[in-house]
């Protein structure tokens, strides 16, 4: 319940104090109209002010401008305030009039989205898609300067005007999941983003594209194998951020030798069915942004050749061993005998 519904039943509610007090002086009640008054405006007072209100995650679509000029560029970021839940889930759609803006670029770096299930992605005339989880939960972005969370950035869009025209940008059919284990659905709270486009160009260094000069950040791939998946064979699994520009996409590489062959990369989407399914090669993971930086991490070979057991070792050793006993013992033969 609302601030301003409270205040309307508080505000209807005297009329009919008023007419309890008339009832209660009639019956010749030892109550004083002035003690019960005051005892029923407090216990409302206190109702309306320290009840407890429904929470709501809030998805807001915000900007820098509101007025683009026409062949300009500008960006729009979608951002989760939870407003003191924690979440763990999100999906929805967000729609643009495609007459008057053209999309030019979906930003998903700097995300707090962890893992996408569905990368945002045009998906049609005027709509983009996402879905993503934040393993662990989000409760809003924590820092020593100030108290509580503040809102996190999802993703941006980057567009141009093509018209002169006045439109909105609207998120549709958007869910977030509370993170307490049940995926409980959260109560959703909108922003859009109206916006003017015009003729005249409002100035050229409103916005500018950020430079990212930074590989991505450094990240772990994990193999894993189930029953119910991909017929219980083992399958690569791997998630890499970048905070300026976004993942654009990752190459993969599964080789015997220790080091990637330059050669032998292939563009590949998470999650990733190994070709090596014995697990005896190095498995190089490749992350690309969108400004062409790149980072690469290896995965171990979980079985080693047959030269590489340590069974193998043993056997080798015991040999040089033996060898060496061997030739020791050949040249003092030789050194007795050219003394005697």
């Known amino acids: 319940m609302t601030k301003f519904s409270k205040l309307k039943i508080i505000i209807l509610f ?32 206190f109702y309306f002010l320290f009840s407890s209100q429904a929470m709501a995650a809030k998805l807001e679509l915000n900007s820098s401008v509101s007025e683009i000029g026409v ?39 700097n995300s707090i989205i962890n893992f996408w299930i569905e990368k945002p992605a045009q998906k049609g005339n005027g709509l983009v898609q996402f879905s993503g989880v934040i393993p662990g939960g989000f409760n809003g972005v924590l820092s020593p300067y100030y108290k509580g969370g503040k809102p996190g950035r999802i ?72 029953p119910n998946i991909f017929d219980d064979r083992w399958f690569l699994v791997f998630a890499a951020q970048d905070k300026v520009s976004g993942i654009d996409h990752y190459e993969v590489q599964e080789t015997r030798g220790k080091e990637p062959d330059k050669s032998k990369w292939n563009t590949a989407q998470s999650p990733l069915i190994l070709k ?9 993971v490749k992350a690309i942004d969108r400004a062409g930086n790149e980072r690469i991490v290896v995965v171990m070979p979980a079985v080693r050749p047959w030269y590489r057991k340590p069974i193998v070792d043993m056997i080798l050793t015991l040999v040089v061993l033996v060898v060496l006993i061997l030739i020791a013992r050949w040249l003092w033969e030789r050194y007795t005998k050219h003394y005697e």
């Not at 090596?276 to 190089?284: E, G, H, L, T, V």
């Open 14 to 45: 005297f009329p009919i104090l008023s007419t309890v007090l008339r009832w209660l002086q009639n019956r010749g009640s030892s109550i004083s109209k002035q003690k019960l008054s005051v005892f029923l405006l407090i216990g409302t007072t």
């Open 71 to 109: 062949g300009s560029q500008f960006q729009v970021d979608l951002t989760l305030d939870t407003q003191g839940e924690e979440v763990n889930a999100i999906e929805g759609g967000i729609s643009f009039p495609s007459a008057i803006l053209e999309l030019k670029e979906i930003k998903d770096g």
């Open 155 to 226: 993703f941006g869009l980057v567009f141009s005007a093509k018209k002169e025209n006045v439109g909105a940008i609207e998120v549709k059919s958007a869910s977030v999941l509370l993170n307490d284990g049940k995926g409980t659905p959260a109560n959703v709270q909108i922003s859009n983003f109206s916006f003017v486009a015009i003729r005249i160009p409002i100035r050229e260094d409103s916005w500018a594209f950020p430079r990212d000069a930074d590989p991505p950040e450094l990240f772990t791939p994990e193999i894993a194998n189930d």
């Open 276 to 284: 090596d399914q014995s697990r005896a090669s190095y498995i190089f």
